[in-house]
Nanobody
Framework: QVQLVESGGGLVQAGGSLRLSCTAS????????MAWFRQAAGKQREWVAS???????NYADSVKGRFTISRDAAKNTVYLQMDSLKPEDTAVYYC?????????WGQGTQVTVSS
């Protein structure tokens, strides 16, 4: 069982930045897909950004140009750099690491953007 621990959430004003981290208890080199999702209150969880190891990152249109997904294999950590934050980015953010037949989720970290 792989454990994922997220951190970096918090309260920030519109236009500000945050960097989320997702640290795995095992090497992230194992995983085919690394992704971030988010879930706002009363809404379904939605995909934010992802990449396959060795592939280019992909972003939801709502965050393209503002968010950057990256990873540090030496630290077993996936990051989400969030710039130019907007109130509509307020949500609980989850990281997801996936193999073909198993998916691991983090516990979530709250991001609140005030106007």
């Amino acid at each position: 069982q792989v454990q994922l621990v997220e951190s970096g959430g918090g309260l920030v004003q519109a236009g500000g930045s945050l960097r989320l981290s997702c640290t795995a208890s095992d090497s992230i080199l194992r995983f085919d897909v690394m992704a971030w999702f988010r879930q706002a209150a009363g809404k379904q969880r939605e995909w934010v950004a992802s990449f396959t190891f060795g592939g280019s990152p992909n972003y939801a249109d709502s965050v393209k140009g503002r968010f950057t997904i990256s990873r540090d294999a030496a630290k077993n950590t996936v990051y989400l750099q969030m710039d130019s934050l907007k109130p509509e980015d307020t949500a609980v953010y989850y990281c997801k690491l996936a193999l073909p037949q198993v998916v691991y989720w983090g516990q979530g970290t709250q991001v609140t953007v005030s106007s």
